[in-house]
């Protein structure tokens, strides 16, 4: 098991971070790419075995994360947001027999592809983000309806902000237990390779 080196790294000049007074927008925006550059430092740069190891007796992995977050990335906003359906690979999943298909699968993907599923869901979640800010702003009804009614693209951000709050949370017990890192922003250093730069 080791962190792997990443020579063609890229350094990002500066962190994201929300601004200090700016809009709704660029707050609820500057948020979520913050959670999503903490996260990307928190998986990233680790090697297969790394990315499969467990903390005590939970079945949670860094691996299952990067997985799982991917697909909450589709869902919110492929899916929801948008209304189109799932692409690959998880519309070739039978979701009512398998519903813990991405943790569970994850440790058969080689680091570099669960880095790579991430990264693009990632991409098409602001390509669809910049879309409804275009089309109605913050105020732009998701394309599915809930039984009271079709969130906004306001709640769908809290929402993904929330999911990937938690779930860094989960990653930074996880990675400390690998090789010890530790601190809740990533160093102006963080690379962009995996996705976390906007």
């Known amino acids: 098991m080791t962190t792997l080196d990443a020579p063609d790294q890229v350094s990002a000049p500066v962190r994201p971070e929300p601004p200090l007074a700016g809009d709704e927008t660029a707050t609820l925006l500057g948020s979520l790419e913050r959670q999503r550059a903490t996260f990307a430092w928190k998986v990233g740069e680790l090697d297969d075995e790394a990315l499969a190891l467990r903390l005590g007796p939970s079945s949670m992995t860094l691996g299952g994360l990067v997985k799982h977050l991917a697909l909450v990335e589709d869902e919110v906003f492929t899916r929801a947001l948008l209304g189109r359906p799932l692409p690959a690979p998880w519309d070739r999943v039978d979701w009512e027999g398998e519903s813990d298909w991405e943790w569970r699968t994850a440790a058969s993907d080689s680091a570099e ?17 910049r879309r409804a800010l275009g089309d109605g702003g913050l105020d732009h009804s998701a394309d599915v309806v809930f039984a009271d009614g079709a969130p906004s693209l306001r709640r769908l951000l809290v929402d993904m902000i929330e999911e990937y709050a938690r779930h860094t949370g989960h990653a930074d017990l996880i990675r400390e237990s690998i090789d010890g890192l530790v601190g809740e922003d990533p160093p102006a250093h963080n690379p962009t390779w995996l996705g976390a730069g906007g």
Do not use: E, K, N
């Open 113 to 129: 592809q669960l880095y790579a599923l991430w990264q693009s869901a990632v991409a098409r979640s602001r390509d669809a983000v």
